[in-house]
């Protein structure tokens, strides 16, 4: 279980019955959600020719439902669009294989045309969409296609596309160079990626959603904020929150696009003014919960720029936003607003009189009530010592748009703004991942007291109270860490020998819980040397370990040491967190060839050791059987590692204890040189996606002659066992799987010699 994750809703009723940290939900939703909408930019002239190509797209989902349909849009367009062929893939991302692939039809046909400036929703797709499947688009243009209509991102963290040649329904096939096709786009400065004959993919779902808008010109276009806030809040609120982009580059909030003559299509690409478009690009198919306005760096210098007779003065400005939080309101929506941050034009000649307007403006931000909140991106982005310019390396060198840096640092702000999570908070939590993955040096009931503290900052809607309790929490850790001495795992490998094949560098956002030095290692929790142990547990946490090292491995393993097992804690690079699967594997069987090779010093059979893994875990011990039981090795896999004496062992378990946690149904799995031990499953059977892989895996283990147990709990979800250590009641019903997990045991182990 990913604690990060999964703790919404642990104080119990309904987040979004009550404001949830300045983010709610709309009491009479419909319930057709956008998973992903992106303004179609109309750039007035042909941008290029499709002809026998496949546009291949694929777009981040966070959405879980039972029906799917896409927004066909030709808008722009002078000639009809035909699309010959048009399907939708499930991809699930945490095994890259397509769960299911629908074909899109419109009135039943296949075949879609749109005439020009047309505009509709396919029709309905029922299929079972999980929020950790994305969506992969295929669209054949089998006839000659003018495009003047694109949807575009720069940072393309959230969504990338791109072309095929000739009919591919399937794989990958040979690319297109989008420049070729697209060549009016190659001609930006900054590389992005298009499609086309789409704007929105919807799904309807029964789950309680809130739908965050993003609404501006092209810092909110080019997405280098707006795919990190996106992809945190993802992360953060699994099937609960779903974020869309309104951006249109060059977009001004009070003016219409300029006509501009030396332009290729005179300048349409700037859009209708902020005020007329935002009813149709932010509230035509949805009503957002929160509403985020950037805009108004455009109405301050293109007037003078492109040489209009006019400009507009920051009273302006103010009026024509002030009408977009009305609009907001009346919809029935939250609004936040930010002021308009520096755009460091020193040199232009009108740079005084265009700062001027925004120093205006934003005064006039500053001093409204209207708007539900204020983000001051003016004051976070600028230099202290040159308020008329924007940070160093937070931009692409122009002075007005954020680059990946300082992309980041707005999803930062906004973050903390939405959910009011901030990441001086995140970074504490981070630091406190080595202490939640050794509660054997550190008191596990003050790590437990840190858990509980954790969950409650992030339930808390009072900021001051929030606060209060992260002081509290860093207090704890500190003290913790001055007051306790650590004794040194057990490291798996030796220093710069790691087995490697992931490129991994940076994680100054915190976005994992292990930074790339980290190093896998074990822990151990053993018998006293008076008691004859019945075996060997290596306990495997859900997620990327972090907390759930606390419940998951360190309660758990404590339980079983009462029923006779040495007992270990391994701490492995987590698989897709960001490590492979293959590399998560190769840490587990070099656990297990471990404690093999000492099996006379742990006073345990080397034929009696279990691996017990907890959802993503449970994928872990897969893999180490996959890649490394019989007589499999690491070099087989890992062609320049140098064997050592542990190599020698066998890597694959004697038994498993797989814990919410079976393979995802569908994934292909090759027995050919395994050794597949014998399988312990308990689930929950609220757990629905668990019970679904369930059913697919055990089928298989049994047709292949695999011995495999299988037990189910009423009215348990997804992950918490061994949470008595977290609230002191646990879970009775699911808590169960224990003892009967310790008699499949026995049992598998009983004709068992030395």
Known sequence: ?????????????????????????????????????????????????????????????????????????????????????????GKNRLTNLTDWEQCVTLNGQKRIFLNPNEEFFSDEIKVHVRELEDFEVRIYFKEKTSVKTVCVTWAAGTWQSGFLKGHVPKGDGESCVSG????????????????????????????????????????????????????????????????????????????????????????????????????????????????????????????????????????????????????????????????????????????????????????????????????????????????????????????????????????????????????????????????????????????????????????????????????????????????????????????????????????????????PDFRPYLLEMLLPEDETPRGAILAIAGGEHGMGTLNEGYQVMREFNERGYQCFLLNSRPNHGPWSGIECGADTARAVRYVRAHADRYRIRPNQIILAGFSNGGIAIEKCIEYFSGSQKVEDWFHEYEPDELDAWPGGPDLQLCIYGPRHKGTKFDYTNTVYPPTFFAVGRRDTVAIENLHAVYFDLVQRGIPAEIHTFSGHPHGYAGWKIVDGIGHPNFDLWIPLADHFIQNAFEPVQP
């Open 1 to 89: 279980m990913r604690v990060r994750e999964s703790m919404i809703g642990l104080s119990g009723g309904n987040i979004w019955s009550r404001p949830y940290n300045g983010c709610w939900r709309n009491k009479e939703m419909e319930e057709w959600k956008l998973a992903w909408s992106y303004v179609p930019v109309t750039y007035g002239t042909e941008l290029g020719v499709l002809e026998n190509v496949t546009q291949k797209s694929v777009i981040r989902n966070n959405l879980a439902g039972d029906r799917v349909k896409l927004k066909f849009t030709n808008v722009g367009n002078e000639e009809a669009m035909v699309m010959e062929e048009v399907t939708i893939a």
């Open 180 to 515: 070729d096709l697209l060549p009016l786009l190659a001609g930006d400065i900054h590389q992005n990626q298009a499609l086309t004959g789409f704007c929105e993919v919807a799904v309807y779902t029964d789950a309680e959603v809130c739908t965050v808008a993003l609404f501006g010109d092209s810092i909110t276009h080019m997405s280098y904020y707006s795919d990190p806030l996106t992809l945190r809040l993802y992360r953060r609120l699994p099937g609960k929150i779903t974020v869309i982009n309104g951006g249109i580059g060059g977009n001004r909030l009070v003016k219409n696009a300029p006509f501009l003559a030396d332009m290729p299509g005179q300048g349409r690409l700037f859009g209708a003014a902020g005020v007329n478009r935002i009813e149709k690009d932010i509230f035509g198919d949805t009503v957002p919960d929160l509403v985020f306005c950037m805009e108004g760096v455009n109405d301050c210098t293109h007037s003078f720029a492109f040489g209009e007779e006019s400009a507009p003065d920051g009273e302006m400005l103010w009026q024509g936003l002030s009408s977009v939080i009305d609009l907001a309101h009346a919809k029935g929506s939250k609004i936040y607003v930010s002021t308009v941050m520096p755009f460091g034009l020193a040199d232009a000649p009108w740079s005084e009189a265009a700062e001027k307007i925004r120093q205006d403006f934003n005064e006039r931000i500053r001093g409204q009530k209207k708007a539900d909140r204020l983000i001051d991106l003016d004051e976070a982005m600028r230099k202290p010592e040159d308020i008329h310019s924007m940070q160093d390396g937070m931009h692409f060198g122009d002075g007005v748009h954020p680059n990946e840096a300082g992309g980041r640092r707005i999803a930062e702000i906004l973050l903390m703004e939405i959910l009011d999570e901030s990441m001086d908070f995140l970074k504490e939590e981070h630091l406190a991942v080595p202490l939640f993955e050794n509660p054997v040096d550190y008191p596990p009931d003050r790590l437990s007291k840190m858990a509980r503290l954790a969950y409650a900052i992030r339930e808390c809607g009072d900021r001051d109270r929030r606060e209060q309790m992260q002081k509290q929490f860093v207090e704890i850790r500190e003290e913790l860490i001055r007051s306790y001495e650590v004794k040194s795992p057990i490291y798996l490998w030796p220093d710069g020998k790691i087995p490697t094949c992931t490129k991994y560098s940076d994680n100054s956002d915190y976005r994992y819980m292990h930074d």
